[in-house]
């Protein structure tokens, strides 16, 4: 399994453990997503913090599983390398969610 | 199993012949041969799948027959059983030398029986085994037979290069897979544009290459086509860059469970100025090589991605052409290659090169960049699919 869940109050924080966030994970990923949003968790952090290289497939895993956590959600990551950044700058998927530099910051923000 | 051809190898015609006795009684259609090359000839010619050998011979003995049988190339296994006495070596030295089973001699009815029919079961297997690695092979000489033309159909898509209305054109095309999920086309439109795109859906492969062929066939450059309507109802080329791609994601908006979407530089130059207009919707940044300075630029500023969120907005990015100059359209496949160190080609290494090969013909620009690129990859079997396009701006001729 790529993945780690941890539940924090009433915030999913999902840890990709693999290195490289590609085709062979992506599917994975949405999985994991869905799973938690079916059991009743719309607030997910995604902790990238092992993720050396996501190509567009995993691009597309995340913009899915922002998608999957729906209006009433929070879909936010946390510790993006700079190959990461440089993806989610080029497609300006930055703007779409809240990207925090780690996930202890991040927890606290989303709980004040 | 009836009719199967065994043959009995041994230096004792009398007991040989007892032996094909006992198989022509179990069905079988016994052969024999008196030494070890006489069998070997044998095997070659005549479709025998079980050999009953004594371990003991004189010219070639038992177990070299037996690792010659098994080192030479025949289309089928042979089940081999050896004959001995309880004065040879032990059953494991016979299953070392390459054989299925040992019979310890005088034979009985009943021990050869089960022998036989434990050959039956494996040979049966090994047939049905090769039966199905058979149809595997063909259907996979069939599918590959199926991409090869595809390939050639997506090949043939591809615009032509070198000399168009007011610029010169070459392109390097790799699909990782046959076909490709990148796609890019080029050609004039009204009286005075020329349009060009790039583009890369999401994966590669099959699925990939599909829905390229399905977007490429929206910007088809005619009449009816997407390119032509907008410019048509946006007589700013800002406005109709920006509005093809609006009407792209619109269209391409996969549902909730789908993430297939692509990125895309799609761009229009007025060719009697040079004036260039452009949309780069998560697409790698264009490079701008100026003739005059010979220096090398990153144009645009990202975008987002085409079909992925509906409420997604462009910007065109502009840039005013000089005679010489060109411009660069690549996909992730290029600067996402890996060498055999895991070292990315990367744009910087783009750019460098770009610069350094600013006074060589645009001709001979594909080839090279071509080769460059398989050179960092270390073949050419490539993880992505890898294109690029090469604009140079002649002005009007």
């Known amino acids: 399994m790529s993945f780690e869940t941890e539940i924090k109050n009433d915030i999913a924080v999902l840890t990709v453990t693999a290195g490289r966030l590609d085709a062979n994970v992506a599917p994975d990923l949405k999985q994991a997503v869905s799973d938690i949003v079916d059991g009743g968790i719309s607030r997910i952090m995604l902790d990238l913090k092992q993720v050396q290289f996501m190509d567009s497939s995993g691009l597309g895993a995340v913009i899915s599983s922002f998608k999957l956590t729906g209006q009433k959600g929070e879909f936010v990551i946390c510790n993006m390398n700079d190959a990461v950044q440089e993806i989610l700058t080029l497609t300006h998927m930055d703007r779409l969610f809240q990207i925090y530099p780690n996930a202890e910051e991040g927890l606290q923000k989303m709980c004040a | ?397």
């Open chain 2, 1 to 397: 199993m009836n009719g199967t051809s065994a043959l009995v190898v041994g230096d004792d015609a009398e007991a040989r012949v007892a032996l094909s006795r006992q198989l022509d009684n179990a069905g079988y259609k016994a052969m024999t041969a008196n030494n070890g090359q006489q069998a070997l000839d044998i095997l070659e010619r005549a479709e025998v799948t079980l050999v009953l050998c004594d371990w003991s011979m004189q010219d070639m003995s038992g177990s070299e027959f037996c690792s010659r049988l098994r080192s030479a190339t025949i289309n089928r296994y042979v089940y081999f059983i050896f004959l001995g006495s309880p004065a040879d070596p032990p059953v494991q030295h016979a299953l070392k030398a390459g054989a299925d089973a040992f019979l310890t001699k005088p034979i009985k009815d009943e021990d050869l029986h089960i022998r036989l029919k434990s050959a039956t079961r494996i040979l049966e297997l090994q047939h049905r085994m090769c039966a199905r690695n058979d149809f595997l092979e063909y259907a996979y000489a069939s599918v590959t037979s199926d991409l090869k033309i595809a390939a050639k159909v997506q090949e043939d898509l591809l615009p032509r290069q070198f000399r168009l209305a007011g610029l010169d054109t070459n392109w390097v095309f790799k699909p990782a897979n046959f076909v490709a999920g990148d796609m890019f086309d080029y050609f004039p439109l009204a009286d005075d544009y020329f349009v060009f795109y790039i583009l890369d859906v999401e994966g590669h492969g099959i699925a990939s290459a599909l829905t390229s062929f399905a977007i490429n066939n929206q910007l088809n450059p005619s009449t009816h086509g997407l390119c032509a309507k907008t410019v048509k109802s946006h007589p700013v080329i800002q406005e109709a860059v920006t509005a093809t791609v609006d009407n792209l994601n619109l269209q391409f908006q996969g549902n909730l469970n789908s993430s297939r979407y692509f990125t895309m530089v799609y761009g229009i130059i007025e060719i009697s100025t040079g004036k260039l207009s452009m949309t780069q919707a998560g697409h790698p940044a264009p490079v701008h090589l100026c003739k005059e300075t010979g220096k090398a630029v990153f144009l645009g500023h990202g975008g987002m991605p085409v079909g992925l969120l509906d409420e997604a907005t462009y910007d065109a990015v502009d840039c005013s052409l000089q005679v010489g100059d060109r411009l660069y359209l690549y996909s992730d496949g290029m600067i996402e290659c890996e060498n055999e160190n895991g070292e990315f080609y990367g744009s910087e290494r783009l750019l460098l090169r770009i610069q350094e090969w600013r006074d060589l013909p645009i001709e001979e620009l594909g080839d090279l960049f071509d080769g460059e690129i398989a050179r960092w990859n270390g073949s050419e079997n490539f993880e992505d699919d890898v294109s690029m396009v090469i604009l140079e701006y002649t002005g009007k001729r």
